[in-house]
């Protein structure tokens, strides 16, 4: 059973998107009970140019990180990208609240030892059987910057991946509760849902329940993008939903499918299903699964792991105009995965 802590109802989200070629979009709900405003930004990363310029959507983040008032707090399994350990420093040195949470496996590399060494707390997980992998950012308690990506350079230089900006302070309280639980290492249920926007925490939630209740009521596509996909229960799902004439396709990062021998890429592809492996040398790192016009994002890879052991968070955005975006950003890696298959 998920507890949920609070209910959100919606009246007005407003989604901002870092592509030029994208107008504002609304949407309004009326409802009868409280006000609540929540704004979310989606961009996805670039894939070439020269990350030392600084031109990414890293510079987004840096420059929210910048406009600090009192607190900053870091979730994310790793970090190599100094201009935003540097935005951190500065924001510690400007007298804000900063702290950082991170993997036993990546607490003593170079950058988090650089904050420590400069009185920012660092705390990492003590399990050494799961992974402290969210990749979440709490600004002022009522930003969160979520998605995929760590807080690399090839984050946002060189995957695939996206990264949503979530301006709300009760989705930022969410947030902020699951911090001082991974801080604590206490979990407590606390799936946050409202008509637009889930927020789902692991191993405390069951996402991947939610999931297959999400596939289950898909009516026309699933499109999926997964660095990591070995859930036999959601590969048997997606496989049931195409028996159903529901059209479902994918795309899985091919260095991470050749590493795992529970990959559900061949059982897939078996059933009939158009699956292809990444055109991208480097990694698809997106955890993606767009069911007709709604978004499952985060940091949340589809396996069993991530859903019973490691420390994750995950997002199920319900926006046509968030849909299309995704679904855009989809067909671009596809038709990529899809030409490179036929070489």
């Known amino acids: 059973?998920?507890?949920?802590?609070?209910?959100?109802?919606?009246?007005?989200?407003?989604?901002?998107?870092?592509?030029?070629?994208?107008?504002?979009?609304?949407?309004?709900?009326?409802?009868?009970?409280?006000?609540?405003?929540?704004?979310?930004?989606?961009?996805?990363?670039?894939?070439?140019g020269n990350y030392h310029?600084?031109?990414?959507i890293d510079r987004l983040l840096i420059e929210d990180i910048g406009r600090a008032r009192k607190s900053v707090r870091v979730a994310v399994y790793a970090m190599t990208n100094d201009r935003i350990r540097d935005a951190l420093l500065h924001a510690h040195q400007r007298g804000i609240s900063v702290e950082v949470i991170t993997d036993s496996a990546n607490?003593?590399?170079d950058d988090f030892k650089r904050l420590r060494e400069n009185g920012i707390p660092v705390y990492s997980d003590t399990d050494e059987n799961a992974l402290m992998h969210d990749k979440f950012t709490i600004i002022d308690d009522h930003v969160v910057w979520s998605g995929s990506c760590n807080y690399t350079y090839y984050a946002f230089y060189r995957n695939n991946e996206n990264l949503v900006r979530i301006e709300s302070e009760r989705v930022a309280s969410a947030y902020g509760r699951e911090f001082e639980e991974l801080r604590k290492e206490a979990y407590l249920e606390q799936a946050c849902i409202c008509s637009s926007l889930e927020v789902w925490f692991s191993p405390e939630d069951d996402f991947e329940q939610r999931i297959l209740q999400l596939i289950e009521h898909a009516q026309k596509r699933i499109d999926f993008l997964a660095f990591a996909f070995t859930s036999k229960p959601i590969a048997e799902a997606l496989i049931a939903k195409q028996q159903e004439g529901v059209a479902v396709r994918g795309v899985f990062d091919e260095k991470q499918n050749s590493y795992q021998k529970s990959s559900k890429y061949s059982m897939l592809r078996e059933n009939g299903i158009p699956v292809y492996l990444d055109a991208n040398k480097f990694t698809l790192h997106d955890k993606v699964m767009i069911i007709d016009d709604l978004v499952i994002t985060g940091s949340y890879n589809f396996t069993q792991k991530a859903n019973d052991?490691?420390?994750?968070?995950?997002?199920?955005?319900r926006e046509k105009s968030v849909a299309v975006l995704y679904e855009r950003e989809f067909m671009k890696i596809y038709t990529l995965a899809q030409q490179g298959a036929q070489e």
Do not use: H, K
Request: aromatic content about 12%; some cysteine.
């Open 1 to 48: 059973m998920i507890a949920v802590r609070w209910l959100l109802p919606l009246l007005f989200i407003s989604i901002f998107f870092g592509c030029a070629d994208v107008e504002r979009s609304t949407v309004t709900q009326n409802t009868p009970q409280q006000t609540t405003q929540i704004a979310i930004d989606v961009w996805f990363s670039q894939t070439s």
């Open 107 to 109: 607490y003593f590399s």
């Open 53 to 56: 310029e600084g031109d990414g």
């Open 309 to 317: 052991t490691n420390n994750e968070n995950g997002l199920v955005i």
